[in-house]
C-alpha cells in the first residue's frame, strides 16, 4: 500500500520541484557573497515548510477519514476535484501570460533583491516559497489528502511525506549541494539554469498544472 501511494505522490512531487519561482530563488541566493551560508538555510526553510503543512494537512484529514464518514469523505473528494480545476484554469491562465517570441519574461519584483539576502531571511524566503506560495500550497494539500485517503498507519505516512518532501525538495538541494561542492566553478551552470527557467517559467507550468489537474479531477470523480 505503502507504495501505491508513494507512486500516486510522484507526479505532484515533481511538480513541487519542477516548480520555476523556488528555483530561480535559490540560485539568486547562491549568487550572494553569503551562499554558503544563506543557500542551505533557504533550502532548511524551503525542507520545514514544506514538511509543515504536509504533515498538518494528513492529520486533519486522517480523522476525517478515520471516523468513516461518508459525507466527510466526499468533502474530501471535492476538495480534490477544486485543486484540480484551479489547477487546470492556472494552466490556462499561464499559457495566456506566456512572453512572446523574444520578449523577456518578467520575474516578481521581489526577486531584484534576493540576491542580497541575509541569511535569516533566506530561511523565511525558503519556508515562505514551500508554505505560503499559493501552487506550492495547493499541491502539497493534494498530495496529503491522497496520503490521508490511503489509510496508512502512523509510520507509513511519515514515510509517505518524508518521500513527498524529498522529491519536491530535488532541485533545490540540488542547486545548493552543487554550490557548496562546485564553489565558484558552480556559478555559470547554476545561471544557465536560472535563466532557462527563467525563460520558460510559463509553459513549464502550463504543462505541469494541466496534466496535475486532469489526474486530481480524474481520481476525485469516482468518489464523488
Known amino acids: 500500500m505503502l507504495r501505491e501511494v508513494i507512486g500516486d505522490l510522484l507526479p505532484t512531487a515533481l511538480a513541487v520541484a519542477l516548480s520555476p519561482i523556488p528555483v ?31 504533515a498538518l494537512v494528513v492529520l486533519v484529514l486522517s480523522s476525517v477519514f478515520d471516523s468513516g464518514s461518508d459525507a466527510e469523505e466526499q468533502g474530501v473528494a471535492w476538495l480534490k476535484l477544486a485543486i ?5 484554469l492556472l494552466g490556462a491562465a499561464q499559457w495566456r501570460k506566456r512572453p512572446a517570441a523574444g520578449e523577456e ?9 534576493v540576491d542580497s539576502a541575509t ?18 500550497l495547493a499541491l502539497t494539500v493534494a498530495a496529503a489528502a491522497t496520503v ?27 542547486a545548493v549541494a552543487v554550490r557548496l561542492a562546485g564553489g565558484e566553478r558552480a ?5 544557465q539554469i536560472r535563466e532557462f527557467m527563467a525563460a520558460n517559467n510559463a509553459v513549464i507550468m502550463t504543462v505541469v498544472l494541466l ?14
Open 24 to 54: 530561480i530563488a535559490v540560485v539568486l541566493v547562491l549568487g550572494s557573497s553569503r551562499a554558503r551560508t544563506s543557500g542551505p538555510l533557504f533550502a532548511l526553510g524551503w525542507v520545514a515548510g514544506l514538511s509543515a503543512v504536509a
Open 84 to 88: 484540480g480545476v484551479s489547477f487546470v
Open 105 to 113: 519574461a518578467k520575474m516578481p519584483g521581489w526577486m531584484a533583491t
Open 119 to 136: 541569511p535569516g531571511r533566506a530561511a523565511v524566503l525558503g519556508v515562505a516559497l514551500s508554505a505560503a506560495n499559493p501552487k506550492n
Open 148 to 174: 490521508a485517503e490511503a489509510g496508512l498507519d502512523t509510520a507509513e505516512e511519515a514515510a509517505a511525506i518524508a518521500v513527498f518532501v524529498a522529491i519536491g525538495s530535488a532541485f533545490v538541494l540540488g
Open 187 to 191: 556559478a555559470k551552470p547554476l545561471a
Open 211 to 224: 496534466l496535475l489537474g486532469m489526474k486530481l479531477a480524474g481520481d476525485a470523480l469516482p468518489a464523488i
